[in-house]
T-cell receptor, first 114, second 114 residues
Framework: DTGVSQDPRHKITKRGQNVTFRCDPISEHNRLYWYRQTLGQGPEFLTYFQNEAQLEKSRLLSDRFSAERPKGSFSTLEIQRTEQGDSAMYLC????????????FGPGTRLTVL | AQSVTQLDSQVPVFEEAPVELRCNYSSSVSVYLFWYVQYPNQGLQLLLKYLSGSTLVESINGFEAEFNKSQTSFHLRKPSVHISDTAEYFC????????????FGSGTQLTVLP
């Protein structure tokens, strides 16, 4: 399967714990995006990378959130000191750099904070 | 900043009937427009996109959408729906130029009834 993959698919954690999610994009894609989707809403942009450089961050990305893409391939999204409001589906997408290129989405990681 | 409004959160329709899912957007600059579909327990998949040129765009499974600049709309239509079209549909916009992230609407759940 050459699509975008995410791990884990589900994560249940207690409030205050740290969690880390991984995204493996389509190998030829230079751009990688993170979005968050809550129940009944569309995905909301969090951040994106071009190769290993993090080029943009949303206001939604509080200080407790950090994302990395160390070698320009896979990416990790870490949430420190999780809160119940962090419960959501975290989506990863990747694309080429060509103007207008389609973003291909992974299946998401569903986070539940108890 | 741009925004997307999907006026109908749920659209029930009988099989073989026509359907229209509405999408309006606001942006101060020119945009690219997209429709994504999310089937149960699956990731977002691109259904169709408008980048430039003909304002009517079509998908391989019979959906079409028309970009209307004066009304800032990008409604999705299908003349005859199937049970398998049951899914959540998201309209998204991306500013041309420097912005890379997609801004999504809140989604429309299309339920096709037998």
């Amino acid at each position: 399967d050459t699509g975008v993959s995410q791990d884990p698919r589900h994560k249940i954690t207690k409030r205050g714990q740290n969690v880390t999610f991984r995204c493996d994009p389509i190998s030829e894609h230079n751009r990688l995006y993170w979005y968050r989707q809550t129940l009944g809403q569309g995905p909301e942009f969090l951040t994106y990378f071009q190769n290993e450089a993090q080029l943009e961050k949303s206001r939604l990305l509080s200080d407790r959130f950090s994302a990395e893409r160390p070698k320009g391939s896979f990416s990790t999204l870490e949430i420190q000191r999780t809160e119940q409001g962090d419960s959501a589906m975290y989506l990863c997408a990747s694309s080429y750099t060509t103007e207008g290129s389609e973003q291909f989405f992974g299946p998401g990681t569903r986070l539940t904070v108890l | 900043a741009q925004s997307v409004t999907q006026l109908d959160s749920q659209v029930p329709v009988f099989e073989e009937a026509p359907v229209e899912l509405r999408c309006n957007y606001s942006s101060s600059v020119s945009v690219y427009l997209f429709w994504y579909v999310q089937y149960p327990n699956q990731g977002l998949q691109l259904l169709l996109k408008y980048l430039s040129g003909s304002t009517l765009v079509e998908s391989i499974n019979g959906f079409e959408a028309e970009f209307n600049k004066s009304q800032t709309s990008f409604h999705l239509r299908k003349p005859s729906v199937h049970i398998s079209d049951t899914a959540e549909y998201f309209c998204a916009v991306r500013n041309k130029g420097s912005a890379r992230q997609l801004t999504f609407g809140s989604g429309t759940q299309l339920t096709v009834l037998p």
